[in-house]
């Protein structure tokens, strides 16, 4: 559907008659979907060329099912290619659903059972059901434009953007569920800081995915969620409080820079270092891959200190520079290389104790991994979802492309991918929800390990397989495979960022070891 039902009854009905007239260089008229285009103008401007539009079967004709195979129904939702609608043709209907602002996608699969009408979940209360519906109508209103625009553009999100994420109290909500949450008003009012479970934290993740911008994801406040809980766990009164709120208003950004070109799973191999000097410390080094870098007015920085690892939150002066890095996902990001040349900061900006850093920076591990999960899951169920459109009206061989057994065999083996890393991360999320931090650390570290690992696992796998379904769409930036085009080139981050896959596997398998019990024998 090109336009929506009230705009199509307004549109001036023309015969299909008529509209075959319209079939020559400068005089083109198409029907795609009911609705007649005048291309006449247009055509030497179309990005697909004049030619192919000249066809015997295109002029004057009904271009419907030509259209879908070569275009994202987005195309014709556009403001400029809207401008070329005529009419409508005389006694037809639409027959192609619009994307509407909050729906639920009713593609098999498109959806994790839990949103899907014919089935239960025992995790999902009316709190979650009404939040996910609100989070979902946010996320395409105010976000989703700007993410597609910036991730091509490589700029940050819009000013527009952090603050209607301040304004409903976003930022405060993906640090998830806590004392930080209580009495806050969430969504202008509609949730209670105080029914904030990891439920709700899930659904935002995921919500936050189906912008499919991978870059500019990182981009708008990701830093913020690693980055700002060392400051409220472990900061001093009463820079913390002053910190916490001012980045939940949006007025300020902050990164989490532990990372550096000599160490990174290595964190006891960071090379930056703090040295006394007065009532406070002197910060020297570099850090590299720090999402959001770029954006940042504060960091939070893993330094070597004489006795060991030392946090410190570190405000931007001249002594601080940052330098975008080029990655494979889009600048949006505002991933820095960073420099701290002789940079002071007082005692009361030490995030925990002493050489007690290595601490801080694991406190936050399972909460991020866990998060990345959430995103990577659905991110793969985007992907699944593309895949099952584009099988299923990609004709070859003059059959639909689903026909292809191997390609059904490519989708099942997807398919079950996306609903078992689903399944898993529901049920550490419903551990999480009862847990306290403490039992979560010993119980979960290893559990959220290989969720990650198996999660991102299975998004390569998925990337691989859907390129291959798409062909050399899945290698196009624009057009209609441009969203399996940026998983396959983005997956990856997910994969290494929060640790890479062997890394975790490895640390799970020890963890179970440490539980391993003395008495057991075959
Ligand atoms: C309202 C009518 C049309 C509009 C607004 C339109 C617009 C566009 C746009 C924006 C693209 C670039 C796609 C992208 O990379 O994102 C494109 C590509 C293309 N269009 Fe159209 N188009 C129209 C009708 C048609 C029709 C009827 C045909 C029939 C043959 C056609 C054939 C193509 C082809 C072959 C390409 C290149 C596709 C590719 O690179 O995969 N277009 N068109």
Redesign the pocket.
């Known amino acids: 559907m090109s336009v929506q039902p009230e705009q199509f009854h307004q549109l001036k009905e023309i015969t299909a008659e008529e509209v075959a007239t319209h079939n020559k260089q400068g005089d083109i008229w198409?029907i795609?979907d009911a609705v007649v285009?005048d291309?006449s103008k247009?055509a030497n401007l179309?990005?697909?060329?004049l030619g192919?539009?000249l066809?015997g079967d295109?002029a004057g004709k009904d271009?419907t099912t030509?259209?879908f195979s070569?275009?994202?129904q987005e195309?014709?939702l556009k403001p400029q290619?809207q401008r070329?609608i005529v009419g409508r043709v005389a006694g037809s209907t639409q027959s192609v659903s619009p994307p509407a602002i909050g729906a639920i996608s009713t593609v098999p699969y498109g959806e994790p059972t839990w949103l899907t009408p014919q089935f239960k979940s025992p995790y999902y209360n009316d709190s979650h059901r009404k939040f996910q519906k609100v989070v979902r109508k946010f996320v395409e209103e105010e976000i989703k434009a700007d993410a597609q625009a910036c991730e091509e553009s490589g700029k940050r999100a819009s000013k527009e953007v952090l603050a209607a994420m301040a304004r409903v109290n976003l930022n405060a909500m993906r640090l998830g569920p806590g004392k930080h949450l209580h009495g806050r008003s969430l969504f202008d009012g509609a949730f209670k800081g105080e029914e904030f479970d990891y439920f709700h934290e899930l659904i935002i993740t995921q919500e936050l995915a189906r912008t499919g911008a991978r870059g500019y994801a990182d981009g708008l406040n990701a830093g913020m969620v690693i980055g700002l809980p060392p400051v409220l766990n472990f900061g001093q009164e009463p820079l913390r409080s002053k910190v916490v709120e001012q980045v939940f208003k949006g007025e300020k950004v902050i990164s989490l820079a532990i990372s550096e070109a000599f160490a990174g799973s290595d964190v006891a191999g960071l090379r930056t270092t703090a040295t006394k000097q007065g009532d406070g410390w002197v910060i020297n080094g570099t850090k590299k891959w720090i999402s959001g870098g770029v954006h940042s007015d504060y960091f939070t920085v893993g330094c070597r200190t004489e006795g060991g690892l030392t946090v410190f939150l570190v405000p931007r002066t001249e002594n601080v520079t940052t330098k975008q890095i080029k990655t494979s996902y889009s600048t949006a990001a505002g991933t820095a290389y960073i420099t701290f040349d002789n940079v002071y900061v007082p005692n009361e900006n030490m995030l925990g104790p002493e050489n007690g850093g290595l601490l801080v920076i694991l406190s936050n591990f399972n909460h991020e991994r866990w998060v990345m999960c959430c995103g990577s899951a659905r991110s793969s169920r985007i992907i699944v979802e593309e895949c099952l459109k584009w099988a299923s009206q990609r004709r070859v061989f003059g059959k639909p492309l689903i026909s292809q057994p191997v390609i059904r065999a490519k989708l099942a083996s997807m398919i079950a991918k996306v609903e078992a890393t689903q399944a898993w991360l529901e049920a550490v999320t419903f551990q999480m929800c009862n847990m306290n931090y403490k039992q979560q650390s010993k119980n979960l570290a290893g559990q959220i390990a290989f969720l990650k690992m198996q999660s991102t696992r299975f998004a390569g796998e998925i990337a691989d397989d859907a390129v291959n379904i798409f062909g050399g769409?899945g290698l196009?930036k624009?057009?209609?495979g441009?969203l399996v085009e940026q998983f396959q080139r983005t997956q990856k981050f997910d994969a290494i960022l929060g640790g890479a896959e062997e890394v975790l596997g490895d640390l799970g398998v020890r963890q179970a070891m440490r539980q391993m019990p003395k008495d057991v024998r075959l």
């Open positions: 198409i795609i285009y291309l247009f179309h990005p697909g060329g192919v539009l066809d295109v271009a030509v259209f070569l275009h994202r195309v014709l290619y070329l769409r196009t624009t057009g209609m441009r």
